[in-house]
């Protein structure tokens, strides 16, 4: 039969001719190919008489393709079995369709494969090539691993004890005990026999077990173990695990040298999201403890020690110490620095196997360390994170919590987790209503603190609430409208921190929020008083402290016009400064000077 319908792609041409294809995936799809083409041809030969109408034709031909392409569309396929009901009435050509439909099958059957190998994430090996990983890590479900830069999760020394204890003792100085002498003898050992050329794999990996010997029992690492859970298409097989009763405590993956294949660093990571779906599936009580895990990259003489942590609802993977040079060095320096960080790896190990048949459910995205928190007028009162705070941007430490203190009607609070905060000025603010209210703190040795706060909530429905002013100017007639009731709230807040001889450091819109009602076109500010004042809550007192004590840092926004250079010292004079560059920038209008103006 006739027919000028196109004809099926060669294996040469389309989807095949990519050039980063595999030999078996080439093969794969040159068999895709050859089988459309063989129902291509059965359709057209002289056994299908039926089939006489061109379009017909046309259409089973345009079927097949989208099965060949992997555009499988249901309303595609259906037309397709339709095409070949007119044939079917003849018996002679029974054994002819049947042949074409099993062969349709069998097509199907090798394009989902080949779909499932393109779209699903690669193994570890082909995952740590820059390439790749880079690819993968543009996607919703990402690693938190900090490739690229914006990947990153919380802090894992807020989201288990183990990693907060590995990182003191890691900068501690070693103590006069037996295990840390142990720790001194594998880093003797490591730093002796690392440096040297390996010709294989393997044999670093195997002088690598035997260098550890004294602190981690060899006999405990099991070799070239594979991660397979049911929901990936790709597997692991990893160099080493290190395990108790069946509980995996060490991760790791060696490179022969630096610069001999891909990224070690990457492929751990993948290992470890691996594991964390094999956990889900087999291990429930240890995926719910966040499938804790030391992740180990041994890059020739280079050791980098991580932890990986699974907080609800992402994969996050840390390193927890600067890298280990192995190196022998006359002074014994890196010795030192690696008997620490090994020390603090066999006790922060021990523990974790201790603490392995601990069960407590805790919300998806918090921290989960701190459990109670010191209120301002001192009593200890239970903490419990709900979640991150909703409005805040990705990422940052901000989360919803709820306490347990009677003498405060509200349930909901806020907790920011800093380093560095200037809690004075907070309070001095609080006392006049121009900071939400700071109820306390929660620290913990090696961590940053929790500071328990007022949340103020985004207005809703017919309920007002709180936005930043930067949110607020983003509609010019609204803050011009209402500029009056803000500058004079402002010029009130300034004036209390000048006579307090205290400073914020960064008070710019985005700092400061406004209580607003929501209309239809934006907000309109609330309105306090009988005076055109508006109601301003200052945030964020990351810079803040007594004038002279605290410092810009020095890395910071460098578009904005500071009134001093990163490292110096924060004056009084300075937040207003800094007030009256931005109002000059939102409104072409001065700000307003006040009597009380203090002159350094």
């Not at 590995?166 to 100085?173: G, N």
């Not at 004036?495 to 960064?506: F, I, K, L, P, S």
């Not at 460098?558 to 920038?585: C, F, N, S, T, Y």
């Amino acid at each position: 039969m006739q027919s000028s319908a196109p004809s099926i792609p060669s294996g040469n041409t389309g989807t095949t001719s990519t050039t980063n294809a595999t030999t078996k995936k080439k093969e794969r799809m040159a068999k895709i190919i050859d089988l459309a083409n063989e129902i291509k041809s059965t359709l057209e030969s002289k056994y299908m008489p039926e089939v006489t109408d061109p379009k017909v034709l046309e259409l089973i031909v345009r079927g097949v393709k989208a099965v060949a392409r992997g555009n499988v569309r249901q309303d595609v396929l259906e037309a397709f079995n339709r095409s070949l009901t007119p044939v079917l009435a003849n018996e002679e050509n029974t054994a002819s369709i049947n042949l074409t439909n099993n062969t349709i099958q069998e097509l199907a059957k090798l394009y989902r494969r080949q779909v499932e190998l393109e779209t699903t994430m690669p193994p570890p090996s082909s995952f740590a090539k820059h390439t790749v990983w880079v690819h993968w890590q543009t996607k919703e479900d990402a690693i938190l691993c900090f490739r690229p830069n914006d990947k990153k999760g919380i802090p894992l020394c807020v989201l288990n004890d183990v990693f907060r204890e590995f990182q003191l003792r890691a900068t501690a100085p070693l103590p006069l005990t037996a295990d840390a002498a142990k720790a001194m003898n594998a880093a003797y050992n490591l730093c002796y026999t690392m440096p040297d050329s390996f010709a294989t794999e393997d044999g670093r990996s195997k002088a690598f077990d035997i260098c550890l010997e004294p602190i981690f029992q060899r006999g405990l690492w099991r070799k070239q173990v594979p991660i397979m859970p049911d929901e990936e298409v790709h597997g692991a097989q990893v160099d080493r695990i290190y395990a108790l009763d069946g509980v995996t405590l060490i991760i790791r993956e060696d490179n022969v040298e630096p610069g001999t294949g891909h990224d070690v660093y990457m492929q751990v990571v993948r290992d470890y999201q691996l594991f964390v779906k094999e956990s889900r599936e087999q291990n429930s009580g240890f995926f719910e403890q966040g499938a804790p895990v030391f992740l180990l990259c041994l890059l020739g003489p280079i050791l980098l020690i991580c932890g990986g942590f699974h907080d609800g609802q992402s994969t996050i993977v840390e390193p927890l110490a600067e890298p280990c040079l192995l190196f022998d060095d006359l002074l014994h320096n890196r010795q030192e620095v690696l008997a620490r960080q090994l020390l603090a790896l066999k006790k922060a190990v021990d523990a974790l196997g201790d603490r392995r048949h601990v069960h407590k459910i805790h919300p998806a995205g918090v921290p989960r360390v701190y459990t109670t928190y010191i209120t301002e007028d001192g009593p200890e009162r239970n903490l419990t994170f709900s979640r991150p705070l909703e409005s805040s941007p990705p990422r940052s430490l901000l989360f919803e919590v709820a306490t347990d203190d009677p003498r405060d009607p509200s349930t909901e609070k806020l907790v920011k987790i800093a380093r560095k905060y200037g809690a004075e000025v907070h309070r001095l603010l609080a006392k006049s209503h121009f900071a939400p209210m700071l109820y306390g703190h929660g620290s913990l040795e090696g961590a940053p603190t929790a500071y328990v706060m007022e949340l103020l909530r985004s207005p809703a429905n017919e309920k007002p609430g709180w936005v930043t002013l930067w949110e607020f100017f983003k509609s010019k007639e609204q803050a011009t409208r209402h500029s009056k009731a803000i500058e004079t709230t402002l010029g009130e807040i300034l004036e209390v921190m000048e006579r307090a001889n205290m400073v914020h450091g960064d008070l710019r819109p985005n700092n400061i929020m406004l209580e607003v009602h929501k209309v239809q076109d934006g907000y309109i500010p609330v309105r306090s008083g009988e005076q055109p004042r508006a109601n301003l809550r200052v945030v964020d007192f990351d810079w803040a402290g007594e004038s002279g004590a605290v410092c810009y840092p020095l890395q910071r926004n460098q578009e904005i016009a500071w009134p001093v250079g990163p490292g110096e010292r924060i004056m009084v004079r300075h937040d207003r400064d800094l007030v009256k560059e931005w109002w000059q920038k939102q409104f072409s209008l001065e700000f307003q000077t006040s009597d009380t103006d203090m002159v350094e």
